[in-house]
C-alpha cells in the first residue's frame, strides 16, 4: 500500500482562455505551479494567461510523470485526451450556444 505522505507527481493540462490553446506539464506541487501558470511567471505560457486547469493525473514518481507527459503529447496521446475529456468539451460548446 502507497503511503499517503509519499511525494506524487501530477501531470497536468491547462487551457488557455486568452488563445483556446492547451499545455501539458508536471509538477510535484500542482497549486504552486497553477498559481504560477496564473500569474505569468512560466516562461512557455506567460503570454497564454489566464488558464483553466482541465485535466490532471498522479503518479507515484517523478519518472512515471515526465513518461505519462511525454506520451501525452504524442499523436496517440492527443487522440486518448480527446477522448478522455470528450463531455467537458461538448459541454464548453453546448454553454457557449446558450449564450449566443
Not at 489566464?50 to 507515484?60: A, H, M, R, S, V
Amino acid at each position: 500500500m502507497t503511503n499517503l505522505t509519499e511525494p506524487y507527481y501530477y501531470v497536468y493540462i491547462l487551457l488557455s482562455l486568452k488563445d483556446g490553446k492547451k499545455y501539458t506539464g508536471y509538477t510535484s506541487d500542482l497549486s504552486s505551479r497553477f498559481e504560477a501558470h496564473q500569474k505569468g511567471k512560466v516562461h512557455s505560457t506567460k503570454h497564454r494567461t489566464p488558464f483553466k486547469l482541465i485535466y490532471f493525473e498522479g503518479c507515484l514518481s517523478q519518472d512515471d510523470a515526465l513518461k505519462r507527459e511525454k506520451y501525452l503529447k504524442t499523436h496517440y496521446g492527443k487522440m486518448y485526451l480527446g477522448n478522455r475529456l470528450k463531455s467537458y468539451f461538448i459541454g464548453q460548446v453546448q454553454k457557449s450556444e446558450q449564450h449566443d
